[in-house]
């Protein structure tokens, strides 16, 4: 890839990982003189046209965000042959088979060329039923996923292909993740919005409802309120100033520690 090329990067995030990985790959793009752009993905938009389009997206209960099938099947086919890539951010890439090959796959169907995909490790926010790391420990994970995406950068524009294998998977762990996701997506998303709760110390400021990425909270009588299109990001959770938010499935959250990326700013996002 000599010549100098327009590139346009989208991206849909909980609490930064997904934009940390595509914003060092877009940093990487500028600095080798090509003309690179990212953005939040946004349902309104029906069509994309550069010379390379990329995409990030995490690991939601073993496939793609909700939103991000939303959004990429709203969108025109590609001209034919246009050269695309994905990265896919998740706390354990081996459970990301799945949403590798439903990724693949939409964009095959929207005439991408599937130039390069990929996996990176990132740090966990999914608060229920896990425990997440200290600040320090996250630190390490963030490095080596900036490292990963530079590497990631630098061997697209080396025209170096090369596309994840979710094929080597166990067959026993596509058949439970494909299960999870299906419950997951059919019954997990339009439940789950009703188990969020908030602790008494919450004083109704609005930060988790200025802060989510798809305007699913409202503050009413002083207290958030989720809607449907809750994409249980977790962002609310862990922008909390009081660490308030919980979810009733996952149990209470008081003595857990959050995670925000350090560069993500949640609010202007």
């Not at 094929?167 to 299960?179: G, H």
């Amino acid at each position: 890839m000599g010549l100098k090329m327009k590139i346009e990067l989208r991206y849909f995030t909980g609490t930064g990982n997904s934009w940390k990985v595509l914003e060092t790959c877009n940093n990487v793009f500028n600095r080798k003189g090509h003309q690179s752009k990212i953005l939040k993905i946004d349902l309104n938009e029906k069509q994309i046209n550069a010379d390379l389009i990329g995409f990030a997206f995490p690991v939601h209960g073993f496939g793609i965000p909700r939103i991000a099938r939303q959004y990429l099947s709203a969108l025109k086919k590609f001209d034919e042959g246009q050269k695309v890539f994905f990265i896919l951010t998740s706390a354990d890439s081996n459970g990301s088979g799945l949403s590798s090959k439903n990724l693949e796959i939409i964009l095959k169907r929207k005439n991408g060329r599937l130039i390069y995909s990929d996996v990176i490790q990132m740090p966990n926010n999914w608060i229920p039923f896990t425990n997440i790391l200290t600040m320090e420990e996250n630190l390490s994970i963030i490095q080596s996923g900036i490292e990963r995406s530079k590497h990631i950068a630098q061997d697209i524009l080396n025209n170096k292909i090369r596309i994840y294998d979710y094929r080597k998977q166990p067959w026993f762990f596509k058949t439970i993740s494909n299960f999870i996701n299906i419950i997951f997506r059919n019954f997990g998303l339009s439940r789950m919005k009703s188990m969020f709760r908030v602790y008494d110390s919450c004083n109704g400021c609005g930060i988790c409802a200025k802060a989510c990425p798809t305007d699913s909270i409202k503050i009413v009588n002083g207290k958030p309120k989720w809607s449907k299109t809750c994409e249980q990001c977790m962002r609310c959770v862990h922008v909390c100033p009081r660490e308030s938010i919980y979810q009733t499935m996952g149990g209470h959250t008081k003595t857990k520690n959050r995670y925000i990326e350090p560069d993500f700013k949640p609010l202007e996002d």
